[in-house]
């Protein structure tokens, strides 16, 4: 089975840092995505979708430090769904992405910023590494994180 998302868009906002009681560092930013299209009529037509993205620890440092509302970023990452109850004591449910990587797309200074460019900078180039102390030997990029025993109060967002 697979469960593997792909972004390459706009951030909505700059990325919305907290750090939880344990330490962890979480970022949340928004991701637009753009589909064009002809309609009946032969007129160009634009669909705009946003898409919520999480990044934890690390990643959500460097998300801090090098993202900005506007930025061209690729973004890789899984698709998760959760559910909690707002103040009100309504269900409420979130479909978000967890990114282990991201890259910023964006041309550096002095360049046209036309597309996406084929020769990324690797300093501008971000994966998660697995946690200290994890038994990998395979030298894995991406890591899971398990947030089934947090408590709604520990959510992100």
Do not use: C
Request: aromatic share 8%.
């Amino acid at each position: 089975m697979v469960n593997k998302v792909i972004l390459i868009g706009n951030l909505g906002r700059d990325p919305e840092v907290r750090t939880l009681e344990n330490g962890a560092m979480v970022a949340k930013f928004p991701v637009a995505t753009n589909e064009s299209y002809r309609d009946k009529n032969g007129e160009w037509q634009t669909i705009t979708e946003w898409h919520d993205v999480v990044v934890w620890r690390s990643l959500a440092e460097r998300a801090e430090k090098s993202l900005q509302k506007g930025s061209l970023v690729f973004v890789e990452g899984k698709l998760t769904h959760r559910k909690y109850q707002d103040n009100n004591g309504v269900d409420r449910y979130i479909t978000e992405v967890v990114a282990n990587t991201f890259r910023i797309l964006d041309r550096k200074e002095g360049g046209s910023r036309t597309g996406y460019s084929d020769t990324f900078p690797t300093e501008e180039s971000y994966t998660a590494s697995p946690p200290s102390g994890s038994g990998s030997s395979k030298g894995s990029s991406s890591f899971s994180e398990d947030i089934s025993n947090m408590e709604d109060d520990d959510l992100p967002f």
